[in-house]
Nanobody, 135 residues
């Protein structure tokens, strides 16, 4: 099965950049959703960035224009570049993968809908990496 391991978290100050990494293994086939989620104490898990099966990216309003998701498929690593950090970005950050059907043209507008920032679309999760942003 798919195994995901996050790294790169820590205690940082507001502003500046931080890059999180997620090393994946055990993938079979090529059709997966890939996403970053976060969960702050006392709050629900929030989807913040994703790669859809067609390669398009989606961001939550809370991180749009500040964070960037990228990947190196050759070595199965997913990244999250966190720019202009704010104290409200403090959370446990998780990467996730969700298998989608093979042989589907996911760029087709009539392809099945994927709620790419919803946790229920993802069945594989890493253990998380903590990011704490101080003002």
């Amino acid at each position: 099965s798919v195994h995901l391991v996050e790294s790169g978290g820590g205690a940082v100050e507001s502003g500046g950049s931080l890059r999180l990494s997620c090393q994946g293994s055990g993938f079979t086939g090529k059709s997966y959703l890939l996403g970053w989620f976060r969960q702050a104490p006392g709050k629900e898990r929030e989807g913040i960035a994703s790669f859809d099966a067609d390669g398009s990216t989606t961001y939550s309003d809370s991180v749009k224009d500040r964070f960037a998701i990228s990947k190196d498929s050759a070595i199965n690593i997913l990244y999250l570049e966190m720019n202009s950090r704010k104290p409200e970005d403090t959370a446990m950050y998780y990467c996730a993968a969700g298998r989608v059907a093979e042989g589907v043209d996911w760029s087709d507008p009539d392809a099945p809908h994927r709620a790419v920032l919803e946790a229920y679309e993802y069945e594989y999760w890493g253990q998380g990496t903590q990011v704490t942003v101080s003002s």
